[in-house]
Antibody, heavy 117, light 112 residues
Framework: EVQLVESGGGLVQPGRSMKLSCAAS????????MAWVRQAPTKGLEWVAT????????YYRDSVKGRFTISRDNAKSTLYLQMNSLRSEDTATYYC??????????WGQGTLVTVSS | DVVMTQTPLSLPVSLGDQASISCRSS???????????LHWYLQKPGQLPQLLLY???NRFSGVPDRFSGSGSETDFILKISRVESEDLGVYYC?????????FGSGTKLEIK
Protein backbone atom coordinates (compact mmCIF):
# COMPACT_ATOMS: atom_id res chain seq x y z
CA GLU A 1 0.00 0.00 0.00
CA VAL A 2 1.36 3.40 -0.99
CA GLN A 3 1.89 5.64 2.04
CA LEU A 4 3.05 9.25 2.05
CA VAL A 5 3.56 10.97 5.41
CA GLU A 6 4.37 14.67 5.51
CA SER A 7 6.01 16.47 8.42
CA GLY A 8 7.64 19.79 9.21
CA GLY A 9 4.72 22.19 9.01
CA GLY A 10 3.75 24.75 11.63
CA LEU A 11 3.74 28.47 12.34
CA VAL A 12 6.54 30.56 10.82
CA GLN A 13 7.11 34.30 10.54
CA PRO A 14 7.14 36.07 7.17
CA GLY A 15 10.58 36.07 5.60
CA ARG A 16 11.72 32.98 7.50
CA SER A 17 12.38 29.44 6.24
CA MET A 18 10.83 26.03 6.75
CA LYS A 19 11.60 22.56 5.39
CA LEU A 20 8.91 19.98 4.75
CA SER A 21 9.57 16.26 4.50
CA CYS A 22 7.55 13.42 3.05
CA ALA A 23 8.37 9.83 4.00
CA ALA A 24 7.29 7.37 1.32
CA SER A 25 6.65 3.64 1.62
CA UNK A 26 4.83 0.85 -0.17
CA UNK A 27 6.51 1.41 -3.54
CA UNK A 28 9.96 1.76 -5.06
CA UNK A 29 10.50 5.46 -4.40
CA UNK A 30 13.46 5.82 -6.77
CA UNK A 31 11.28 4.79 -9.75
CA UNK A 32 8.82 7.69 -9.48
CA UNK A 33 8.76 11.42 -9.92
CA MET A 34 7.19 13.24 -6.97
CA ALA A 35 5.39 16.51 -6.45
CA TRP A 36 4.03 18.99 -3.93
CA VAL A 37 0.52 20.44 -4.20
CA ARG A 38 -0.87 23.01 -1.77
CA GLN A 39 -4.28 24.24 -0.70
CA ALA A 40 -4.80 27.55 1.06
CA PRO A 41 -7.52 27.52 3.76
CA THR A 42 -10.96 27.20 2.15
CA LYS A 43 -9.38 27.55 -1.32
CA GLY A 44 -8.66 25.26 -4.25
CA LEU A 45 -5.68 23.15 -5.19
CA GLU A 46 -2.42 24.58 -6.55
CA TRP A 47 0.54 22.68 -7.98
CA VAL A 48 3.82 23.82 -6.41
CA ALA A 49 6.73 21.75 -7.71
CA THR A 50 7.72 18.45 -9.31
CA UNK A 51 10.96 16.47 -9.26
CA UNK A 52 12.00 13.64 -11.55
CA UNK A 53 12.65 10.11 -10.28
CA UNK A 54 16.41 10.71 -10.00
CA UNK A 55 16.29 14.37 -8.96
CA UNK A 56 17.92 15.57 -12.16
CA UNK A 57 14.94 17.67 -13.25
CA UNK A 58 12.81 20.03 -11.20
CA TYR A 59 9.87 22.27 -12.10
CA TYR A 60 8.22 25.08 -10.13
CA ARG A 61 5.30 27.43 -10.37
CA ASP A 62 6.44 31.00 -10.94
CA SER A 63 5.31 32.30 -7.55
CA VAL A 64 7.73 30.00 -5.69
CA LYS A 65 10.60 29.90 -8.19
CA GLY A 66 13.81 31.08 -6.53
CA ARG A 67 12.32 30.71 -3.03
CA PHE A 68 11.37 27.01 -2.84
CA THR A 69 13.56 23.99 -3.60
CA ILE A 70 12.23 20.49 -4.12
CA SER A 71 14.68 17.66 -3.53
CA ARG A 72 14.76 13.98 -2.69
CA ASP A 73 16.88 11.34 -0.99
CA ASN A 74 16.20 8.03 -2.71
CA ALA A 75 18.25 6.11 -0.14
CA LYS A 76 15.84 7.34 2.54
CA SER A 77 12.69 7.29 0.35
CA THR A 78 12.06 10.88 1.38
CA LEU A 79 10.93 13.96 -0.51
CA TYR A 80 11.66 17.49 0.69
CA LEU A 81 10.48 21.03 0.12
CA GLN A 82 12.78 23.78 1.37
CA MET A 83 10.81 27.01 1.61
CA ASN A 84 12.68 30.30 2.02
CA SER A 85 11.49 33.91 2.21
CA LEU A 86 8.02 32.74 3.17
CA ARG A 87 5.05 35.04 2.55
CA SER A 88 1.55 35.13 3.98
CA GLU A 89 0.23 33.85 0.65
CA ASP A 90 2.24 30.64 1.15
CA THR A 91 -0.07 29.72 4.03
CA ALA A 92 -1.61 26.39 3.03
CA THR A 93 -1.81 22.69 3.60
CA TYR A 94 1.02 21.13 1.63
CA TYR A 95 0.39 17.69 0.15
CA CYS A 96 3.09 15.31 -0.98
CA UNK A 97 1.90 13.44 -4.08
CA UNK A 98 3.11 10.57 -6.20
CA UNK A 99 2.17 10.93 -9.83
CA UNK A 100 1.47 7.97 -12.10
CA UNK A 101 3.06 9.50 -15.22
CA UNK A 102 1.69 13.04 -14.82
CA UNK A 103 -1.50 12.71 -12.77
CA UNK A 104 -1.38 12.82 -8.97
CA UNK A 105 -2.46 9.31 -8.08
CA UNK A 106 -1.52 9.16 -4.40
CA TRP A 107 -1.63 11.89 -1.76
CA GLY A 108 -0.36 12.25 1.77
CA GLN A 109 -2.57 13.63 4.54
CA GLY A 110 -0.91 17.02 4.23
CA THR A 111 0.94 19.33 6.61
CA LEU A 112 -0.28 22.84 7.43
CA VAL A 113 2.11 25.76 7.02
CA THR A 114 0.97 29.05 8.53
CA VAL A 115 3.00 32.16 7.70
CA SER A 116 2.14 34.90 10.17
CA SER A 117 3.79 37.30 12.56
CA ASP B 1 -0.81 29.68 -17.78
CA VAL B 2 -3.68 27.47 -18.91
CA VAL B 3 -6.86 28.58 -17.18
CA MET B 4 -9.27 25.80 -16.23
CA THR B 5 -12.87 27.01 -15.89
CA GLN B 6 -15.31 24.74 -14.10
CA THR B 7 -19.09 25.14 -14.19
CA PRO B 8 -21.20 25.23 -12.21
CA LEU B 9 -19.50 26.37 -9.00
CA SER B 10 -22.22 24.68 -6.98
CA LEU B 11 -24.39 21.76 -8.03
CA PRO B 12 -27.37 20.84 -5.83
CA VAL B 13 -28.63 17.36 -6.61
CA SER B 14 -31.03 14.80 -5.23
CA LEU B 15 -29.67 11.37 -4.36
CA GLY B 16 -30.15 9.07 -7.34
CA ASP B 17 -29.99 11.91 -9.86
CA GLN B 18 -27.42 12.27 -12.62
CA ALA B 19 -24.89 15.10 -12.25
CA SER B 20 -22.67 16.73 -14.87
CA ILE B 21 -19.71 19.01 -14.30
CA SER B 22 -17.99 20.95 -17.07
CA CYS B 23 -14.32 21.85 -17.31
CA ARG B 24 -13.06 24.13 -20.06
CA SER B 25 -9.40 24.93 -20.74
CA SER B 26 -8.01 28.12 -22.28
CA UNK B 27 -5.75 26.05 -24.58
CA UNK B 28 -5.98 22.65 -26.19
CA UNK B 29 -4.88 19.85 -23.86
CA UNK B 30 -3.91 17.50 -26.69
CA UNK B 31 -0.23 16.63 -26.68
CA UNK B 32 1.78 16.07 -29.86
CA UNK B 33 1.52 12.30 -29.29
CA UNK B 34 -2.28 12.51 -29.20
CA UNK B 35 -2.68 12.08 -25.44
CA UNK B 36 -4.96 14.43 -23.54
CA UNK B 37 -3.86 15.11 -19.98
CA LEU B 38 -7.09 16.04 -18.25
CA HIS B 39 -7.89 14.44 -14.91
CA TRP B 40 -10.64 14.62 -12.29
CA TYR B 41 -10.46 14.61 -8.48
CA LEU B 42 -12.94 14.55 -5.63
CA GLN B 43 -12.20 16.11 -2.26
CA LYS B 44 -14.72 14.99 0.33
CA PRO B 45 -15.27 17.25 3.35
CA GLY B 46 -12.24 17.22 5.62
CA GLN B 47 -10.37 14.74 3.45
CA LEU B 48 -7.47 14.80 1.01
CA PRO B 49 -8.16 14.84 -2.74
CA GLN B 50 -8.68 11.49 -4.44
CA LEU B 51 -8.14 10.68 -8.11
CA LEU B 52 -11.29 9.66 -9.97
CA LEU B 53 -10.42 9.72 -13.67
CA TYR B 54 -7.17 10.19 -15.57
CA UNK B 55 -6.62 11.12 -19.20
CA UNK B 56 -10.24 12.21 -19.68
CA UNK B 57 -12.06 8.93 -19.19
CA ASN B 58 -9.97 6.27 -17.44
CA ARG B 59 -11.27 5.32 -14.01
CA PHE B 60 -8.64 5.00 -11.29
CA SER B 61 -8.46 1.82 -9.21
CA GLY B 62 -11.56 1.33 -7.09
CA VAL B 63 -13.61 4.15 -8.66
CA PRO B 64 -17.22 3.05 -9.29
CA ASP B 65 -18.44 2.88 -12.89
CA ARG B 66 -21.11 5.48 -12.19
CA PHE B 67 -18.30 8.01 -12.77
CA SER B 68 -17.51 8.69 -16.42
CA GLY B 69 -15.58 11.31 -18.33
CA SER B 70 -15.64 12.61 -21.86
CA GLY B 71 -14.44 15.48 -23.98
CA SER B 72 -11.62 16.62 -26.20
CA GLU B 73 -9.37 19.58 -26.99
CA THR B 74 -10.68 22.21 -24.56
CA ASP B 75 -14.08 20.94 -23.36
CA PHE B 76 -14.55 18.14 -20.87
CA ILE B 77 -17.40 16.66 -18.85
CA LEU B 78 -17.53 14.55 -15.70
CA LYS B 79 -20.79 12.64 -15.29
CA ILE B 80 -22.04 10.91 -12.19
CA SER B 81 -25.01 8.66 -12.75
CA ARG B 82 -27.18 7.92 -9.72
CA VAL B 83 -25.50 10.24 -7.19
CA GLU B 84 -24.89 8.66 -3.79
CA SER B 85 -24.23 10.41 -0.48
CA GLU B 86 -20.55 9.39 -0.58
CA ASP B 87 -20.13 11.39 -3.82
CA LEU B 88 -20.66 14.72 -2.08
CA GLY B 89 -17.74 17.12 -1.95
CA VAL B 90 -15.72 19.36 -4.27
CA TYR B 91 -14.71 18.15 -7.72
CA TYR B 92 -11.62 19.50 -9.44
CA CYS B 93 -10.24 19.08 -12.93
CA UNK B 94 -6.48 19.17 -13.51
CA UNK B 95 -4.52 19.67 -16.72
CA UNK B 96 -0.99 18.32 -16.93
CA UNK B 97 -0.30 18.91 -20.63
CA UNK B 98 1.26 22.33 -20.04
CA UNK B 99 3.48 23.77 -17.32
CA UNK B 100 2.51 25.02 -14.84
CA UNK B 101 0.00 22.31 -14.05
CA UNK B 102 -3.32 23.97 -13.26
CA PHE B 103 -6.50 22.95 -11.47
CA GLY B 104 -10.00 24.19 -11.98
CA SER B 105 -11.51 26.22 -9.16
CA GLY B 106 -13.79 23.40 -8.09
CA THR B 107 -17.45 22.40 -8.22
CA LYS B 108 -19.25 21.67 -4.97
CA LEU B 109 -21.71 18.80 -5.26
CA GLU B 110 -24.30 19.07 -2.51
CA ILE B 111 -27.70 17.75 -1.58
CA LYS B 112 -30.67 19.72 -2.89
Amino acid sequence: EVQLVESGGGLVQPGRSMKLSCAASGFTFSNYGMAWVRQAPTKGLEWVATISYDGSSTYYRDSVKGRFTISRDNAKSTLYLQMNSLRSEDTATYYCTRPDLDWFAYWGQGTLVTVSS
Amino acid sequence: DVVMTQTPLSLPVSLGDQASISCRSSQSLVESNGNTHLHWYLQKPGQLPQLLLYKVSNRFSGVPDRFSGSGSETDFILKISRVESEDLGVYYCLQSTHLPLTFGSGTKLEIK
